[in-house]
């Protein structure tokens, strides 16, 4: 299969270094990650096969190998540049370039599956056709981790971005054979801050290209850090925070023990 190695849309030409720098330097994306992992609990440290859908330059995929315990981890991403600046990060992962809707690995290749703001760039007529492609390549019982944009109420700018709400994200996966197992938002004080600030997630442009700058000075980089914590540790314990400008969600493909065993609705 040859796909070619492509920019996202409308976005400048150091976009994925852009990336890569703050992956390494910015907190928002530690506490994205620090959410991620009690979210996975016991799955971070199962000995699976994990694949990153849309891993972008890899700083996830650095962050699960480092942290946890997995016996392989492949990546993919629509752009050719970001694969190249992943393979500097995680040289001993198999990256490919991809789309969600032709990933190029065998049926039930991973015990999980992961992918972070892809989602909502997938244009509208590849949704379920991107999502029925992660259950494929999932176990019968793995489960998949989605973070998207996220907002009390759907928005969409173009076929090719959206902010998702809790109950679409619920429809979008349960069309797909999935089962929710826990639907929260997180980001969430930074993100009334935001919203009170007038500032709202847009797709990304030339000039807005969407991706966190570091804070200025190291007490603004600390409170955030201090507030993504204390969401983490929310979330660790079962609860659930009712806005931000991330949603995450953590699924089952139905059918499977995974999702017969959950106790309790999701939230």
Same mark, same amino acid.
């Given at each position: 299969? &040859?796909?070619?190695?492509?920019?996202?849309?409308?976005?400048?030409?150091?976009?994925? &270094?852009?990336?890569?720098?703050?992956?390494?330097?910015?907190?928002?994306?530690?506490?994205?990650?620090?959410?991620?992992?009690?979210?996975?609990?016991?799955?971070?440290?199962?000995?699976?096969?994990?694949?990153?859908?849309?891993?972008?330059?890899?700083?996830?995929?650095?962050?699960?190998?480092?942290? #946890?315990?997995?016996?392989?981890?492949?990546?993919? *991403?629509?752009?050719?540049?970001?694969?190249?600046?992943?393979?500097?990060?995680?040289?001993? +992962?198999?990256?490919?370039?991809?789309?969600?809707?032709? !990933?190029?690995?065998?049926?039930? &290749?991973?015990?999980?599956?992961?992918?972070?703001?892809?989602?909502?760039?997938?244009?509208? =007529?590849?949704?379920?056709?991107?999502? $029925?492609? !992660?259950?494929?390549?999932?176990?019968?019982?793995?489960?998949? !981790? $989605?973070?998207?944009? #996220?907002? $009390?109420?759907?928005?969409?700018?173009? *076929?090719? @971005?959206?902010?998702? *709400?809790?109950?679409?994200?619920?429809?979008? $996966?349960?069309?797909?054979?999935?089962?929710?197992?826990?639907? =929260?938002?997180?980001? =969430?004080?930074?993100?009334?801050?935001?919203? +009170?600030?007038?500032?709202?997630?847009?797709?990304?442009?030339?000039?807005?290209?969407?991706?966190?700058?570091?804070?200025?000075?190291?007490? +603004?980089?600390?409170?955030?850090?201090?507030?993504?914590?204390?969401?983490?540790? @929310?979330?660790?314990?079962?609860?659930?925070?009712?806005? #931000?400008?991330?949603?995450?969600?953590?699924?089952?493909?139905?059918? &499977?023990?995974?999702?017969?065993?959950?106790?309790?609705?999701?939230?």
């Amino acid at each position: 299969m &040859s796909v070619p190695a492509e920019m996202a849309p409308g976005v400048p030409d150091d976009y994925y &270094s852009r990336i890569y720098d703050a992956e390494r330097e910015h907190a928002w994306y530690w506490g994205m990650w620090a959410i991620s992992a009690v979210l996975l609990g016991e799955r971070m440290g199962a000995g699976a096969r994990v694949l990153d859908a849309g891993c972008g330059t890899g700083g996830y995929l650095r962050f699960l190998l480092d942290r #946890g315990q997995f016996s392989s981890a492949a990546g993919t *991403d629509l752009a050719g540049t970001a694969i190249e600046l992943a393979r500097e990060r995680v040289p001993e +992962v198999d990256l490919r370039v991809a789309p969600l809707r032709e !990933l190029p690995f065998p049926d039930a &290749s991973f015990e999980l599956v992961v992918s972070n703001d892809v989602l909502q760039h997938v244009p509208d =007529t590849e949704v379920l056709e991107s999502l $029925l492609e !992660l259950r494929r390549v999932l176990v019968p019982d793995g489960a998949i !981790l $989605l973070r998207t944009n #996220g907002s $009390l109420r759907f928005r969409q700018e173009r *076929d090719d @971005w959206r902010v998702y *709400d809790g109950t679409t994200l619920r429809r979008e $996966l349960e069309n797909a054979g999935f089962v929710v197992e826990r639907l =929260t938002f997180a980001n =969430t004080v930074l993100s009334v801050l935001g919203a +009170v600030r007038g500032r709202v997630p847009h797709p990304p442009t030339e000039e807005h290209h969407g991706v966190p700058t570091r804070p200025s000075g190291t007490v +603004v980089s600390a409170i955030c850090r201090i507030l993504l914590a204390a969401e983490a540790r @929310w979330i660790g314990r079962g609860g659930g925070l009712p806005y #931000g400008h991330t949603l995450f969600a953590l699924a089952a493909p139905r059918g &499977s023990g995974a999702a017969q065993g959950l106790a309790n609705p999701a939230r």
